[in-house]
């Protein structure tokens, strides 16, 4: 996690279902967790790999540097790329999946205008329309009479099942686009799996990310319906630094840098020689909604625990190292005798020129869904990662993060491929433009 570079109702993500509810004693840690997963096979969810532990949300560097950053009331919403990518992470998100009820491709149209007309307005924020009083509100009334922004982005992604024969889409998909694979150990729930649109909506509190889910809903209703939904959220840093995850460990320390511009065309931005030419200027957009089984992972010695990420929990640093930031110098440990061969931050980030290519920004959010049917803590993460080449880069770190050792305590069970649509250029734009007109 820390170094990874890496339907006609809701379906909820945040609970897997069939977890065993039988505990046992912590006089072996790792023999009871594996016991615990044979009984998660008979019941459908296998021990999945860790790749997408990687997540953490880009922007924070600012916070890992030391330095207090106010949070920005509202971010622009015109521009090549859309908002949400490298926007600095808010302290609450939700991610929705839909599939697109449009009877044609002048409805998905305007579907997409109608999204791009509320994402535009709901960002910036302002008084809802006057309706009278004989008619239904304009708005919820959720944030007052008087929408804020509150740091609120609302990103919109196009998902593989979107390019079928429905909408004349079939030969214009993005290269890589595809339906999310199963990875070895995967427990993937194909109910809360894919979509044809997802929104990613994101901001400092969770009333205005509802309130825009609301409003979006509502201006949309009939021409799309909510596939699965996951919401989340950011931890401060505690005490500083990295926000932790679930798992107590900071995440996220090894991201690229948002302010590269070198990063961002090689890590990020569709590649223009090898993608159609609509992409330009988007994103292939990865979700992973990954369960952390935390109450087994509480009964591992803080010792194990360390193996396993190849970092200090309080610190974040590194085994060879003594601060958050440094580098690990694995040349100068190159059988593992330190940081093991397999811990998650030296398989997710080998740190080699081969493989410095496969780095991915990661933008990821905790998730809380309260217990299962079983009584067990329903938490973990939801990974979020944009990447230039969705092969090259999150396949890649996936498969080498396969049968890795904190693949006994996390189930990796939803979540999609999607491609981030370019941004808008201007006030009459709308997202979808450049897909949709050519």
């Not at 890496?6 to 945040?14: A, H, L």
């Not at 107590?248 to 090689?266: C, E, L, Q």
């Not at 941004?423 to 897909?435: E, F, P």
């Amino acid at each position: 996690m820390s170094d990874g570079d890496i339907g006609t109702g809701e379906r909820s993500v945040g609970s897997a279902s069939g977890a065993s509810g039988a505990q046992r004693p912590h006089e072996a840690a790792a023999i009871g967790r594996r016991g615990f997963m044979h009984g998660l096979i008979g019941a459908g969810l296998a021990a999945p790999i860790a790749a997408s532990l990687a997540a953490v949300a880009p922007g924070q560097a600012a916070h890992a540097a030391g330095s207090a950053v106010a949070p920005a009331a509202s971010s622009r919403f015109e521009g090549e790329h859309q908002q949400g990518i490298l926007t600095p992470s808010q302290a609450s998100a939700a991610f929705l999946a839909f599939d697109v009820t449009a009877v044609d491709r002048a409805e998905l149209q305007e579907l997409l205008r109608t999204i791009t007309q509320r994402a535009r307005f709901l960002t910036a924020g302002g008084a809802p329309a006057e309706v009278g009083i004989t008619a239904p509100p304009a708005d919820s009334g959720v944030l007052g009479p008087v929408v804020v922004a509150d740091g609120l982005t609302i990103t919109l992604s196009v998902g593989a099942s979107l390019f079928d024969a429905r909408y004349g889409l079939a030969g214009r998909a993005p290269v890589r686009l595809r339906t999310m694979q199963d990875f070895a150990n995967d427990a993937l729930r194909r109910e809360v799996c894919d979509g044809d649109l997802l929104l990613q909506i994101c901001a400092h509190h969770p009333d205005t990310v509802l309130h825009a889910i609301r409003d979006i809903a509502r201006a949309t209703r009939g021409a799309m319906q909510l596939r699965w939904r996951q919401d989340g959220f950011v931890s401060p840093p505690r005490p500083s630094g990295t926000p932790r995850n679930l798992m107590g460990f900071k995440d996220g320390i090894a991201n690229p840098k948002v302010s590269s511009a070198h990063d961002m065309n090689t890590l990020v931005w569709a590649d223009a020689t090898v993608e159609p030419a609509w992409a330009a200027g988007g994103s292939y957009h990865v979700v992973r909604v990954i369960r952390m089984l935390v109450e087994f992972w509480d009964r591992v010695s803080i010792h194990e625990q360390e193996n396993m990420f190849g970092r200090r929990r309080d610190s974040g640093a590194p085994l060879t190292a003594s601060a958050e930031f440094d580098d690990p110098h694995y040349e100068l440990d190159p059988t593992g005798d330190v940081i093991q061969m397999d811990a998650h931050m030296r398989l997710a980030n080998p740190r080699t020129a081969a493989t410095a290519s496969s780095r991915m920004l990661r933008r990821g959010y905790n998730y809380d869904s309260g217990i299962d049917s079983n009584g067990n803590l329903d938490m973990g993460l939801v990974f979020c990662c944009f990447n230039q080449d969705l092969e090259r880069q999150f396949v890649t770190v996936q498969k080498r993060l396969a049968d890795e050792p904190l693949a006994d305590y996390i189930s990796p069970f939803g979540g999609g491929y999607f491609f981030a649509l370019p941004g808008v250029t201007n006030r009459s734009d709308w997202l979808g433009r450049s897909l949709l007109s050519s």
